[in-house]
């Protein structure tokens, strides 16, 4: 199946938890936690989405490089300045799917166009 996501005018978290729930499943009456599904969501307009200033200074995204004093920080608009859109609604999707196995596979099933 084939599910197209409009962002414009959206907060990223709503495009990327109804993304995630389609990705998983969720909406199918064959649902099964231990299966990913044969379904592909594409996310489009993702450049108009609605981003508040304050969420570009305040949303922090950390990242930890195993050595001492190893930790990054990048905001949100610092990312969207460096790779886009599509990569902030990228991470807010892989957040919300299930960290195991099968979250790698759904993301493949994943396309984001700005």
Do not use: H, W
Request: charged share 25%.
């Amino acid at each position: 199946m084939k599910y197209t996501i409009d962002a414009q005018n959206k907060k990223i978290g709503r495009v990327a938890s109804e993304a995630a729930g389609y990705l998983m499943g969720k909406n199918l009456a064959t649902y099964q936690r231990n299966k990913a599904p044969q379904v592909s969501v594409s996310i489009v307009n993702c450049g108009k989405a609605a981003i508040d200033s304050k969420k570009k200074e305040d949303k922090k995204y950390v990242t930890f490089t195993g050595f001492r004093g190893g930790i990054n920080t990048e905001t949100l608009g610092a990312l969207i300045e460096r790779k886009g859109t599509a990569e902030a609604f990228e991470r807010a999707v892989y957040r919300m799917l299930p960290a195991n196995t099968l979250r790698r596979t759904m993301m493949k099933n994943l396309t984001i166009t700005e």
